[in-house]
Structure formats: C-alpha cells, structure tokens
C-alpha cells in the first residue's frame, strides 16, 4: 500500500522549533519529488514552499528559507521539515505531498499549534 506517515507535530511556543517527518512506502522512494503544504484553520491549503526535487536538491522561498529547512534521508524514505523560529501563524496542519509527472500521493496530516 502507498503511505505518506507524516508525524512531528505538536504544541509549540513562539520563537520554537519542531522537526516534521514524513516517511514514504509503497512506491520508489527517490523517483518522487516532495513537498510540504500547510492548512490552517478556515483557510486554504497553501504550499510552504519548501520542495525535495527528484534528484535530492531542496529549495525553501525566500520568504521561509531562515525558519525552515527541508531535508531527507534516503536511507529512511523520509523527508523532514525543520521549522525554527516558529509564529503563532505557522499554525496549520502540515501535510507532506509526494508527485511524479501526474501521479502524486499526500500524507494524513501532523497538526502544529504554535502558542502566542
């Protein structure tokens, strides 16, 4: 069966950290590009703008590249998410995305509640 376990969330307080995981299974680990989006309560998903690309580089935007940090580990099938210097609008459930062309795949969801 294919699965994204995405886990790591939690209670956290502004200016803290938290280390999202997402471990894929049931499909060719590195073929796949990964990427974490974000929805937080009454709004849309949106992308957190962080991506693995198929050939293992990573990219973060601008505008979260000094808080957050995309990684991942072949070895494990897992990509992680760094968040550092979190805000309470990071609050959100965080969802890993894996795609290949037009197939793609999307994780249960790990919730982060950052507190004010």
């Known amino acids: 069966d294919v699965q994204l376990q995405a886990s790591g969330g939690g209670l956290v307080q502004t200016g803290g950290s938290l280390r999202l995981s997402c471990v894929a299974s049931g499909f060719t680990f590195d073929d796949y590009a990964y990427g974490w989006f974000r929805q937080a309560p009454g709004k849309e998903r949106e992308g957190v703008s962080c991506i693995r690309s198929s050939d293992g580089s990573t990219y973060c935007a601008d505008s979260v590249e000094d808080r957050f940090i995309i990684s991942s580990d072949n070895a494990k099938n897992t990509v992680y998410l760094q968040m550092n210097a979190l805000k309470p609008e990071d609050t959100a459930v965080y969802y890993c995305?894996?795609?290949?062309?037009?197939?793609?795949?999307w994780g249960q969801g790990t919730l982060v509640t950052v507190s004010s």
């Open positions: 995305h894996a795609v290949l062309v037009r197939v793609d795949y």
